[in-house]
């Protein structure tokens, strides 16, 4: 992977942590994962991160996202992808997250202008479109003009920075911790991001024991974040 | 072989052409309703499989017939290449299930492939609980289910796995595959759990399943008014030896279950209270427990 200065600011621009994208309110399953540890089994946060690496995003948001883009702004293509997601998307708490923080991407992206987003935001809110975060990423990053390789970099370092932020507020690790994590998981991600992408390729996850957190953390009462 | 079915539907097909050593199984049945009762119509049935007859369990539900699915084989060999096809008429309802695990044997890198297709019409019941499949050192499954449900159907899935080394040495299978597909009468697709997992993924510090042994998953699809109450399926989260999150699935498709136990005992209790759970909300009444 090769950028210009010109699109290695952009891509740092929205991989940024303070690029207004939603996430913040998400921890993927962690917070659940970490406050059920006595009755799940022990908690680690490197491990949880490289399963949640390996094991959901690089066969299926990172999937999906490579799929949105190749789409290339095809508005009811994506729709129809958006539709796989949902019905691929086992658990509710997750399902959920992903809509919201998809939507909550798509509005950003719609008041900044990109080619598009306020479109896509119309067919959500008109219920013609489900507005999952790795589709809606796959269409604006797409119409930014950043090349398929840098999204999926984008993606994944997304993915693992929302973690290691929500580990942080959660008080599980310090902030130089989260920093070691995260250099750690870099390998995988872009281990998972050079695996060609099939054209229609079906969307696989298996991450069970994090599925099961946040169908509980969804009955559970106190929380900081909403799955 | 029992043989009432002679062609296959031209409406699927094997998963991959059949390899000369391959053995091609076929278990296919069509139920019908007739009053009150549920009869078992069409059949064909060949090596490995093998059924003696379907039995009337539960003298309270009449029109549930249970059918066990054998197999004379011993378990999963290299390049099985086994399907399964279930087609209940409107009202028809039936439980398939197996008499014990499946043992998935070494298959030097080809895997065993297993395809099942489900068609249920209007008001059909279908339970299908095949017992876990044990995952040998090189065992490498794959498995498609494609079911359609027709409107007031409802349809209960379970499959579930475990690893076993019978010499204690910790050798961990190869690949296991799942594709479950689930649609409306209209071909839409409602819900899709699709996974691929190494054994080395498993034995792993990073496992998805953490330190758990056995690894169940349950769909309960279909007519609402005819499925458990959420609240009663979180209870059956109440086993100090297994853990479960119940979720509901998109498009209003009904309940999938996750399940982690930490042995086989606890798994099959859970399977079995969900099977009573699907089977009451279904019929109004409790089945009788199911002899294996």
């Known amino acids: 992977m090769s950028l210009s200065a010109t699109n290695l600011l952009v891509a740092l621009q929205h991989a940024d942590g303070q690029f207004p994208s939603g996430g913040f309110a998400f921890s993927q399953g962690l917070e659940a994962s970490s406050s059920l540890a006595d009755r799940l089994g022990a908690f680690d946060f490197a491990d949880f991160v490289d399963i949640q690496i390996r094991h959901r995003w690089a066969d299926a948001d990172r999937v999906a996202l490579v799929r949105a883009f190749r789409l290339a702004g095809d508005l009811d293509a994506l729709a129809e992808l958006d539709s796989e997601v949902e019905a691929s998307t086992f658990v509710e708490g997750l399902r959920l997250g992903s809509r919201r923080n998809g939507t909550a991407l798509l509005t950003t992206h719609g008041r900044l202008g990109t080619k598009g987003a306020t479109a896509y935001r119309g067919m959500v809110r008109n219920g013609s479109a489900c507005g999952h975060l790795a589709v809606v990423q796959g269409l604006v990053w797409q119409a930014l003009g950043l090349d398929e390789a840098t999204a999926v970099a984008i993606g994944g370092y997304q993915m693992v920075a929302s973690l290691a932020t929500a580990a942080v507020r959660l008080g599980l690790i310090g902030a130089i911790d989260a920093q070691a994590s995260m250099a750690r998981a870099l390998p995988a991600i872009e281990a998972a991001g050079s695996r060609p992408v099939a054209d229609g390729e079906a969307l696989r996850s298996f991450t069970p024991l994090c599925e099961i957190a946040v169908a509980m953390h969804g009955v559970s009462g106190q929380r900081l974040f909403s799955n | ?292």
Not at chain 2, 48 to 66: K, V
Not at chain 2, 145 to 155: F, S
Not at chain 2, 242 to 262: E, K
Request: aromatic share 6%; charged share 20%.
């Open chain 2, 1 to 292: 072989m029992t043989s009432h079915w002679p062609q296959p539907p031209a409406t699927y097909a094997l998963v991959q052409p059949r390899q000369a050593e391959a053995r091609c199984g076929r278990f296919e049945l069509a139920f019908s309703r007739h009053g009150a009762r549920t009869h078992l119509g069409r059949q064909f049935v060949c090596y490995p499989f093998h059924m003696t007859r379907p039995f009337a369990l539960d003298r309270a539900i009449p029109s549930l017939l249970t059918v066990y699915q054998q197999s004379s084989s011993g378990g999963l060999y290299r390049d099985d290449r086994l399907t399964s096809r279930y087609e209940l008429g409107a009202g028809a309802a039936a439980h398939i299930t197996t008499q014990a695990a499946t043992v998935v044997h070494d298959c030097h890198g080809q895997p065993a492939h297993q395809v099942t297709e489900i068609v249920l019409e209007e008001n059909a019941f279908l339970a299908v609980t095949p017992d876990p499949l044990v995952l040998f050192p090189g065992a490498s499954s794959s498995s498609t289910l494609r079911a359609r449900l027709a409107p007031g159907a409802v349809l209960l899935l379970s499959d579930a796995f475990t690893c076993h080394d019978p010499e204690g040495r910790l050798r961990s299978f190869d690949r296991l595959g799942s594709d479950v597909s689930i649609r409306d009468a209209a071909g839409r697709l409602l819900v899709r759990d699709n996974l691929e997992v190494s054994g080395a993924d498993i034995a792993g510090p990073a496992s998805p399943i953490g330190g758990w042994k056995v690894v169940s998953n349950f769909m309960l699809l279909g007519d609402p008014t005819r499925l458990p109450a959420a609240e009663a399926l979180v209870a059956l989260n109440d086993m100090a030896s297994a853990i479960v999150g119940v979720s509901a699935l998109a498009n209003g498709a009904g309940f999938g279950l996750r399940c982690l136990a930490a042995d086989a005992i606890a798994a099959r209790s859970i399977g079995e209270s969900l099977f009573e759970l699907a089977v009451a909300a279904a019929f109004g009444i409790q089945p009788v427990p199911r002899r294996k």
